[in-house]
C-alpha cells in the first residue's frame, strides 16, 4: 500500500508533455496512437478504470486490452504516455520514449508494475485496435477536408477513428459538414461522431451526431478540437465529409468565449456514460 501511494504521487506529477511549438499547441498524449494503441482514461479522470471498466472501453470502442509486448511495439515508434494502466491479463503500466524525471523514474521502456493482484484498483487503459488505425489523424493546416475511413464508399464496422485539430494559437476552428451520413439512432448509441471542443475526448463536449441530417456549423472556441467516430458492430452508412477553416479570435472585447452550435435533431448536450 505504502509502494502503490508513492507511485500515484510521483504519477500525479506527471510531465504535462504539453507546450507550444511554432505557435501550435501540442499534447494530446492520449490521441496519439501508435501501432493500434491508445491510452485511455476514464470519463470521471486519471486512474479511474478497474481492470474490468477498463476491459469494457477497450471492448466497447472495438478493440480490447494491450498486451504487454503491443506496447512494447507503440513504444518503440514513439508512443509515450506518463500514466499507469492496465494491459491485457491485469497488468499494469506505461511507456516511457524519453526519460524524465518525473516520469518513469528516469528511464526508457515499459514501466511495470506487473500483474496486479487486486483488480479493483484505478488505473487508465492501454487499448489495442487494429482495425481503427488506419483512420483519423492531427491537422494543423488552416484548413483541410477530412472524410470518414473508405468515404465515398461506407465506413466498415467496429472503427474508432480520432481527428484532432490544432490551429494557431489565437485562432479558432469552425467546422462545416459537407456530407454526413451515419447509422440512425434514437440516442445515437450505435454508430457516431462526437465533437469537442478540447484537445481530448474527455473534456468540451459539444455534441454527438449521427442520422444523416447536416450537422450546423461548429466554432471552437479555442485553437483545438477534437473529433471522434465510433462505429459498432453491424449497419454501415455513407459516411461523412467535413471541411474546416481557421478564424481569427474577435479582439479581446468580443464574444469569443462561447462554442457555437445550433444543434437541433442529433444534438445532445450533456456527457455519455462510457464510464
Ligand atoms: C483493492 O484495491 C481497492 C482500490 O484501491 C481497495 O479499495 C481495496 O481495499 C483493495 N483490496 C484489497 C484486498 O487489498
Ligand atoms: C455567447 O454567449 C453570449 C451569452 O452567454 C451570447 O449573448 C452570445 O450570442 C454568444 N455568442 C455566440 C457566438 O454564440
Ligand atoms: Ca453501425
Not at 503500466?93 to 487486486?118: E, S
Not at 477553416?245 to 469569443?256: A, E, H, L, Q, Y
Request: charged content about 25%; aromatic content about 14%; proline content about 2%.
Amino acid at each position: 500500500m505504502i509502494a502503490l501511494i508513492f507511485f500515484s504521487v510521483l504519477l500525479w506529477g506527471k510531465a504535462d508533455a504539453w507546450g507550444f511549438k511554432d505557435g501550435v499547441l501540442h499534447n494530446s498524449i492520449w490521441l496519439e496512437r501508435a501501432a493500434g494503441v491508445y491510452h485511455r482514461e476514464s470519463r470521471t479522470g486519471k486512474y479511474q478504470l478497474t481492470y474490468a471498466e477498463a476491459k469494457a472501453v477497450c471492448e466497447y470502442e472495438g478493440g480490447h486490452l494491450a498486451t504487454y509486448q503491443q506496447l512494447e511495439a507503440a513504444r518503440k515508434i514513439g508512443f509515450h504516455v506518463c500514466a499507469a494502466g492496465w494491459m491485457a491479463k491485469g497488468r499494469v503500466g506505461y511507456p516511457i520514449v524519453k526519460a524524465g524525471a518525473n516520469c518513469g523514474f528516469g528511464k526508457t521502456g515499459i514501466v511495470d508494475y506487473g500483474i496486479r493482484l487486486n483488480r479493483s484498483e484505478r488505473w487508465d487503459a492501454y487499448c489495442y485496435n487494429p482495425n481503427g488505425k488506419e483512420c483519423g489523424g492531427v491537422f494543423t493546416d488552416s484548413k483541410h477536408v477530412f472524410k470518414s475511413p473508405g468515404y465515398p464508399n461506407e465506413y466498415e464496422n467496429d472503427q474508432i477513428c480520432y481527428w484532432h485539430i490544432r490551429v494557431k494559437y489565437g485562432q479558432r476552428i469552425q467546422l462545416q459538414f459537407l456530407e454526413f451520413d451515419v447509422e440512425d439512432d434514437t440516442a445515437c448509441m450505435a454508430d457516431f461522431l462526437e465533437v469537442y471542443d478540447s484537445y481530448d475526448d474527455i473534456n468540451g463536449f459539444v455534441g454527438r451526431f449521427c442520422g444523416d441530417e447536416l450537422p450546423d456549423d461548429i466554432i471552437s472556441t479555442g485553437n483545438v478540437m477534437t473529433l471522434k467516430f465510433l462505429t459498432d458492430a453491424s449497419v454501415t452508412a455513407g459516411g461523412f465529409q467535413i471541411r474546416y477553416v481557421t478564424m481569427d479570435m474577435p479582439s479581446k472585447s468580443g464574444d469569443g468565449k462561447n462554442t457555437t452550435s445550433q444543434g437541433k435533431t442529433n444534438f445532445l448536450a450533456g456527457k455519455f456514460g462510457i464510464m
